[in-house]
């Protein structure tokens, strides 16, 4: 919806604008409330966003795991060799994939 100088003081009013508001002016206040409701996401960008943050924190946890499992093998290998002997614990972690990966 365009605004011209020709509006009338009336129209003006109606669409809540000062009515001496010049049409440079009123182009760039249609701009910005373009410009603010683009900047509203919808609930399925939120919901795609958030399932996205989902995923990345269980891959840092996932690696963060592997990680310790790890570390916690070559513990019992080292107090196990001290002792003489040696059992083997083996560790098997997968990382679980969702509907969206299928």
């Avoid at 365009?2 to 182009?27: E, G, R, V």
């Avoid at 070559?74 to 679980?96: A, C, D, F």
Wanted: aromatic share 4%.
């Amino acid at each position: 919806m365009q605004y011209h100088l020709w509006m009338s003081k009336k129209a003006k009013h109606k669409k809540n604008l000062d009515p001496f508001t010049n049409a440079n002016d009123i182009q760039d206040i249609q701009k910005g409330l373009v410009d603010k409701k683009k900047g509203k996401r919808t609930p399925q960008e939120k919901n795609r966003r958030d399932r996205h943050q989902q995923k990345e924190i269980v891959r840092q946890l996932t690696d963060e795991l592997v990680r310790l499992s790890e570390k916690d093998i070559l513990e019992e290998l080292s107090k196990e060799e001290t002792k003489g002997q040696v059992n083997e614990v083996i560790y098997t972690i997968r990382p679980v994939k969702s509907k969206d990966d299928l």
